[in-house]
């Protein structure tokens, strides 16, 4: 594998499901980030992780988890959402926290809340 | 804080002619600019770059941007575009100096017509 990968690429939950997105970078980066892509909105960014310390968290709704076991690995977890919740998920990698870096982002994962 | 509009949403044009894109900002201080492109099923991928120096960045696939300080404007071109160039492309601005988020546009979709 390489590069930035999330499994599933595709998820079908109900609102009282508990459910966990991962990702995974095979670019020794010590940087992690997820977003929500909605359509006609900007990238909404979520959490920023550097070195498996979360740095960063958007205001986003507690029914949100992550957690970031090591520099490789990122997961959100996430229980009783709601039906606006329903997007494309984007986990991203840089190699630094900073504003220069590129990012490397991975395929998504397309929620869909019922 | 900054700010990035893409003032077009979709932009259709034929296969083999020139395309710009548009991407304005604002921000109270200097800036690094990026472009990504994202395929159809895929995550976004860094096209070009502007940290610094000239203001005439040349990104992969072709396409290039010009850095305009006192238009703050940093819009993308490719003088002549491929079936394969139709994808959503989006703007993103950064503050330098020290860890700075990145604040992405609303996207533009390219439809490139045969």
């Known amino acids: 594998e390489t590069g930035v990968t999330q499994t599933p690429r595709h998820l079908v939950m109900g609102m009282t499901n508990k459910k966990s997105l991962k990702c995974e970078q095979h670019?020794?980066?010590?940087?992690m980030y997820w977003y929500k892509q909605s359509a006609k909105k900007p990238l909404e960014l979520m959490f920023v992780?550097?070195?498996?310390?979360?740095?960063e968290n958007n205001s986003v709704p507690s029914r949100f988890s992550p957690e970031c076991p090591n520099s490789s690995h990122l997961f959100l977890h996430l229980h009783t959402l709601q039906p606006e919740d329903s997007a494309l998920y984007l986990c991203?990698?840089?190699?630094?926290?900073?504003?220069?870096?590129?990012?490397?982002f991975g395929p998504g994962t397309r929620l869909t809340v019922l | 804080a900054q700010s990035v509009t893409q003032l077009d949403s979709q932009v259709p044009v034929f296969e083999e002619a020139p395309v710009e894109l548009r991407c304005n900002y604002s921000?109270?201080?200097?800036?690094?600019l990026f472009w990504y492109v994202q395929y159809p099923n895929q995550g976004l991928q860094l096209l070009l770059k502007?940290?610094?120096?000239?203001?005439l960045v040349k990104g992969i696939n072709g396409f290039e941007a010009e850095f305009n300080k006192s238009q703050t404007s940093f819009h993308l071109r490719k003088p002549s575009v491929h079936i394969s160039d139709t994808a959503e492309y989006f703007c993103?601005?950064?503050?330098?100096?020290?860890?700075?988020?990145?604040?992405f546009g609303t996207g533009t979709k390219l439809q490139v017509i045969p």
């Open positions: 991203a990698s840089s190699q630094e926290r900073t504003g220069r870096s590129e990012q490397f």
């Open positions: 921000s109270s201080v200097s800036v690094y």
């Open positions: 502007y940290l610094s120096g000239s203001t």
């Open positions: 670019l020794g980066h010590n940087a």
């Open positions: 992780y550097s070195l498996e310390e979360r740095v």
């Open positions: 993103a601005v950064s503050d330098q100096g020290g860890y700075q988020k990145v604040t």
